[in-house]
């Protein structure tokens, strides 16, 4: 069932050129805006967003600024969920899962890539320069450091205290919502951090979307371990016809959904952003009741007149939105929990 309209809280906002942390608004069911937009999960998404707006603003293409935008997430060291910097797996080895999505449905991902900072920009050039759609392990790590990127130790020593750590007991249960700023005080050793995501979605100044997703993963998993993220249908999806999905959380359950294909798809039969998403959501609870009340997912969508709208299992969960009148925009999506 559809929840009734609402407009977006109007809130204060401090302008990020100052420094000032974006204020958290309340999620509402259906947004219009004029394009161009950028929209990304978590906290972390405001700084992204507006690297991705860097080029946007220009007239540039939704696909170049999905690029731009994720790459911001996947250098920040202090960020122990995508990119260098990110928890490793429990053999102490850090990998990392990106994929990315065009508007002709062009699509490239990399899974398990190691020593390799930009997992996004070699994704997209597996799209570009490859008739494949995805590479992995070392096949990735040998196209990368063919394509001329560069191999480094991605285990920086913050990560590795961490991993060292957990060693101690070996727990593994993954931890809601470490992503949300508003969550963390410091970082945690062992498991009470988890990994997750950063999903983007553009639609351009000629109407044309894009979308990216990239990740270290799930902290500590086992060796060889990939969830969604890089798995077009599952951790992202465009449709230029319709729009696109990214998701966030637990990605085995979003895997057995084929989550972000199912949000597009819902789209296409006339459902809202938001009410996609929580349909979505609602597949993965009546698939695995028990397990969703312990998990968070959240599914992020963006269509192709510019309503935009999530949801997820848990309460938590923050997505980012940046448009020409807003580029700070942070907001608290809508759950079922």
Avoid at 92 to 119: F, K, R
Avoid at 152 to 171: F, G
Avoid at 198 to 209: K, V
Wanted: glycine share 10%; proline share 4%; aromatic share 6%.
């Amino acid at each position: 069932m559809r929840s009734r309209r609402n407009f977006i809280k109007q809130s204060i906002f401090g302008a990020a050129a100052l420094g000032v942390a974006p204020s958290l608004v309340q999620a509402s069911t259906k947004r219009v805006v004029t394009k161009p937009i950028v929209i990304s999960t978590w906290d972390f998404g405001v700084a992204a967003n507006q690297a991705a707006w860097k080029v946007l603003s220009k007239n540039g293409k939704a696909i170049d600024a999905v690029e731009q935008g994720v790459r911001v997430a996947e250098s920040d060291l202090d960020n122990p969920t995508v990119g260098k910097g990110g928890y490793p797996d429990r053999d102490g080895h850090v990998t990392l899962d990106a994929c990315i999505m065009d508007d002709q449905g062009n699509c490239g991902s990399v899974a398990a890539l190691e020593h390799i900072a930009h997992p996004i920009s070699v994704a997209r050039l597996v799209m570009e320069k490859t008739p494949h759609v995805m590479l992995v392990g070392e096949g990735a790590l040998q196209f990368a450091l063919e394509q001329g990127f560069e191999q480094e130790n991605l285990l920086i020593p913050s990560s590795e205290k961490a991993w060292k750590e957990w060693l101690k007991e070996k727990k593994y249960k993954p931890i809601m919502n470490i992503e949300n700023k508003s969550f963390q005080t410091e970082r945690l050793p062992g498991n009470q951090y988890n990994h997750d995501t950063i999903g983007m979605l553009a639609l351009d100044a000629d109407g044309n979307l894009s979308g990216a997703c990239t990740t270290s993963g799930m902290a500590f998993k086992m060796r060889g371990r990939v969830g969604d993220s890089p798995i077009i249908g599952a951790g992202l999806y465009v449709d230029n016809e319709v729009g696109g999905a990214t998701s966030t959380g637990v990605g085995e359950e979003v895997i057995r959904t084929v989550g972000s294909f199912l949000v597009v798809e819902l789209m296409r039969q006339g459902y809202s952003p938001e009410a996609a998403c929580k349909e979505a959501v609602e597949r993965i609870i009546k698939k695995k009741p028990a397990i969703a009340k312990e998990i968070q997912v959240g599914f992020l969508a963006l269509n192709k007149k510019g309503e935009y709208g999530s949801y997820a299992l848990q309460s938590g969960f923050t997505y980012a939105v940046c448009t020409k009148e807003k580029q700070d925009l942070l907001i608290k999506g809508k759950h079922i929990y």
